[in-house]
């Protein structure tokens, strides 16, 4: 059974920072791609950046490239997203997903197990 469960989420002002967590179990990151995704109050779903099975491949979404950092933790078995010069428009709710394939990947279809999601706030 796959499980993920995401953590670090919090309220923070504009240009801080937060680190978030996701612990998985029952998959291997070496074998899938590890994503995170966001959802903010009444819009969909949408990616932020996915790490490759692999690990020597990572890719961001325009909006957050250059201030957010996905990586991994393999004898953890966690991938983390550090979030750098917050903004308010950041605001949602993030999750973080395994995927099927190894390659990275941004739609939300490519994924097919999720973890609970950690709220994360920027105040202005």
């Known amino acids: 059974q796959v499980q993920l469960v995401e953590s670090g989420g919090g309220l923070v002002q504009a240009g801080g920072s937060l680190r978030l967590s996701c612990v998985v179990s029952g998959r291997a990151l070496r074998m899938f791609v590890m994503g995170w995704f966001r959802q903010a109050p009444g819009k969909e779903r949408e990616f932020v950046a996915a790490i490759s099975g692999s690990g020597a491949n990572t890719y961001y979404s325009d909006s957050v490239k250059g201030r957010f950092t996905v990586s991994r933790d393999i004898a953890k078995n966690t991938v983390y997203l550090q979030t750098n010069s917050l903004k308010p428009e950041d605001t949602a709710v993030y999750y973080c997903?395994?995927?099927?394939?190894?390659?990275?990947?941004?739609?939300?279809?490519?994924?097919?197990?999720w973890g609970q999601g950690t709220q994360v706030t920027v105040s202005s």
């Open positions: 997903a395994t995927g099927g394939s190894m390659a990275v990947r941004d739609d939300v279809d490519e994924y097919d197990y």
